[in-house]
């Protein structure tokens, strides 16, 4: 036979093999086959019991010593109500936002339910889709565990639900059992939670939030939810009321006339006072980035073991009172009820947040000022930049390497050399410096001179190298500006960048969770130590000229022989906020004031006058706070010494000075003041921030004059920053 004949004949058998007909009756086969299966599943599952609330257990939260902190309650937050309570547009709300279909469908979702069981079988996880129906079954009848069998459950139980409950029953157990978030189960909890109302106040704008809410309880929460959050749920919110337009529930023209309504700020739960709230926040937030989620929490069973040393947390709380609370008078001084504190404090060796101050007290002040990321770190951003400097090698205008004993021009309000973007600092009080070094600039925090090093490194750079320490992405422009530490900084995470660098530059990310168990099951706990982010001769190096700002420097106040310490400080525009973050070799500590209204909606403030003591600068309260908590922390003191190695000394040509500012920008002389260019009503005994030291710096006063704040007038702190305009002279905001 031939090789055509051959082809002929194993085509045919191919033909005989793979026919339509026995590929339909295949198919057809298995169908059957499913269909039977079904069928047995639908005959064998019948309809359970409902879940006993009674075996809801409380969540327990204990100090790194083992010891409790405390125990969430193992009550639901949930009060039962009728479905003619709730008003029947916030009904239709939920129908909505979930299941359009609800009034017409037979209690399921076929390609929803695929699609859920394909997740998990892929391992993709959760997935939407589930009708009302199906989400009452799950919440009352089932668990929330993702297995194909809990699926394969609910689609039976679902069906025969549909059959022998009306709709309306089913909806009133909906909205009964499903959870809102901030710990409410069930719609009259939600609306007393969110708006302070009971579920029968609510009104249909009101009703179309939680209804919105349910897709993703945490990250929709308006209290705490991110930019991307909210905006995410106030489209839902109003794709919600669209499809009551659609399904005739609500007229397009009172649609038309809907404003978003901003739910409540949230309350701390009893037991949660003090501190313990805010350590278990901070607990939660972990466990959700590692993908342990509010509602597994709120199914209880967790037994969370904190990072928290019960000594060093208590000796916080105690310096926060001593150096800060008990000088202020919040019921009688305006100025004193704005003042925020918040501290965080690291383990530089591990990344273990060994103790946390989020503010006077969680059931007081919601927000953590801790883990708050809506002030800006100020100076404490300039050791950065010298980092950043060491790490990429870079040079001044004039081609010198940059290290410690680079001079450059401290000339007050100079225009920075290279850049397309004009930028002109003024440096603390408009003093003019003559040539000082960077360490001299790090002790002074001389504005001009980190303007100047920001340009010669390139934004860029700098930002690439403060990202990979730990300083976080916002409100981040790749500006000279940055210099004066313009982004947003949580004392949590400053407290993380600064023990990276004491860490010899090996990455530390602060971790409150030392371990979450439940039932066996555990969480993968955060691993504090990471690789090496920059060189272990840069990250001394900035070490070394950080010891002298403590020893002789703006943190003068820290300064004792107890311990070594290297630290900065900084104090944002307007004196909005005040830092101190420092390290010794074996805690990194970050603590912050922030002038914050106490008024409806919040927003920053100034904290000059807080405790009748000019300005609130960093190297003051926070200042004394770090010096108390830290000797306490360490039992009086520490042997420990800073174990340097590799120090960038640097050249010490001069950076090139322009001659004189643009003519446009120039402005004429003025006297120059013969008093001492500090504020008034600073005591003496409380340096201001980056103030002078009894050495004198050199001053051009005819060149650059001097300017006496008047009384009524905020002194210019060294991190101010200006505006940014071409050709126009830049000066900070006044």
Not at 250 to 272: H, I, S
Not at 544 to 555: C, F, I, Q
Not at 607 to 622: D, E, I
Request: hydrophobic content about 30%; glycine content about 10%; aromatic content about 6%.
């Amino acid at each position: 036979m031939g090789r055509a004949d051959a082809r002929r004949a194993g085509g045919d058998g191919k033909r005989r093999l793979f026919t339509w007909r026995k590929i339909l009756g295949t198919f057809f086969g298995l169908c059957l086959l499913g269909m039977g299966a079904f069928a047995a599943l639908y005959v064998f599952v019948d309809v359970p019991e409902a879940n006993a609330q009674a075996e809801k257990q409380s969540n327990v939260y204990k100090y790194s010593d083992g010891t409790l902190l405390v125990r969430s309650s193992s009550e639901v937050n949930r009060e039962i109500v009728d479905l003619g309570v709730v008003p029947k547009s916030v009904q239709h709300a939920f129908v909505a936002a979930e299941n359009k279909s609800f009034y017409r469908d037979q209690g399921v979702d076929l390609k929803g339910t695929t699609r859920g069981l394909l997740s998990t079988l892929t391992g993709k996880g959760k997935q939407g889709g589930s009708t009302i129906t199906q989400q009452y079954v799950k919440n009352y009848y089932l668990t929330q565990e993702q297995t194909v069998t809990r699926k394969l459950k609910e689609l039976v139980i679902s069906l025969k639900v549909d059959q022998r409950m009306e709709k309306d029953d089913i909806l009133a157990g909906y909205l009964n059992t499903v959870y809102y978030g901030r710990g409410a189960n069930g719609i009259q909890a939600a609306a007393q939670a969110y708006y302070g109302v009971d579920a029968k106040d609510l009104d249909t704008s009101q009703g179309a939030y939680l209804a919105a809410l349910l897709q993703a309880p945490s990250q929709y929460d308006w209290a705490n939810a991110t930019p991307s959050g909210k905006k995410l749920v106030k489209e839902r919110w109003g794709y919600t009321l669209d499809n009551m337009v659609d399904e005739g529930w609500l007229d397009q023209a009172e649609r038309d006339t809907m404003t978003f309504p901003v739910p409540d700020r949230p309350k701390a739960a009893g037991g949660m006072e003090g501190q313990t709230g805010y350590l278990v926040e901070a607990a939660n937030d972990e466990m959700e980035r590692q993908g342990i989620t509010e509602e597994m929490r709120q199914n209880g069973g967790w037994t969370i073991t904190l990072n928290i040393d019960k000594k060093r947390q208590k000796q916080l709380e105690k310096s926060v009172d001593r150096e800060l609370e008990n000088q202020l008078d919040r019921k009688n001084n305006e100025i004193d009820a704005t003042v925020q504190a918040g501290a965080a404090s690291v383990d530089p060796k591990t990344g273990k947040v060994v103790a946390l101050y989020g503010g006077v007290g969680a059931t007081e002040h919601y927000i953590s000022n801790a883990t708050r990321q809506d002030y800006q770190p100020a100076s404490t951003f300039k050791p950065l930049v010298l980092a950043s400097a060491l790490e990429n090698g870079s040079t001044t205008q004039d081609g010198s390497l940059i290290g410690l004993n680079t001079v450059y021009d401290g000339t007050s309000r100079r225009p920075v050399v290279g850049s397309d973007i004009p930028f002109a600092p003024q440096n603390e009080d408009d003093i003019s410096y003559d040539s000082p070094t960077v360490r001299r600039a790090m002790d002074k925090s001389i504005n001009a001179v980190f303007a100047q090093m920001v340009v010669d490194v390139s934004p860029a750079a700098v930002k690439k190298t403060a990202l990979a320490v730990g300083v976080p992405d916002k409100n981040f422009p790749e500006t000279p500006a940055m210099t004066l530490g313009t982004m947003n900084a949580s004392t949590w995470d400053m407290a993380g960048v600064y023990a990276t660098l004491a860490n010899h530059g090996k990455k530390v990310t602060p971790t409150i969770v030392k371990s979450a168990v439940h039932r066996g099951r555990t969480m993968e706990p955060v691993d504090g130590v990471g690789g090496q982010v920059i060189s272990r001769a840069s990250a001394d190096t900035v070490t070394d000229a950080l010891t002298e700002v403590v020893d002789v420097g703006s943190g003068r106040e820290a300064d004792t022989p107890a311990y070594d310490a290297a630290g900065k400080t900084g104090t944002s525009e307007n004196n909005k906020a005040a830092w101190f973050t420092a390290y010794t070799p074996e805690l990194s500590t970050a603590v912050a004031l922030f002038g914050e209204s106490p008024r409806e909606g919040g927003g920053q403030v100034s904290l000059t006058g807080t405790a009748n003591s000019g300005r609130a600068s960093g190297g003051g309260f926070p200042a004394r706070i770090w010096a108390d908590y830290t000797l306490g922390a360490l039992n009086g003191g520490s042997d420990a010494t800073f174990d340097l190695e590799g120090v960038e000394r640097g050249e010490t040509a001069v950076t090139q000075t322009p001659s004189a500012l643009p003519p446009e920008t120039q402005e004429p002389p003025e006297t120059p003041s013969e008093e001492p260019e500090t504020p008034s009503g600073s005591p003496s005994a409380t340096p201001g921030e980056e103030s002078p030291s009894a050495e004198p710096p050199s001053e051009s006063p005819s060149s650059t004059p001097s300017r006496t704040p008047s009384a009524t007038k905020d002194p210019e702190d060294e991190d101010e920053p200006p505006g940014e305009r071409p050709g126009s002279e830049v000066l900070p905001e006044q």
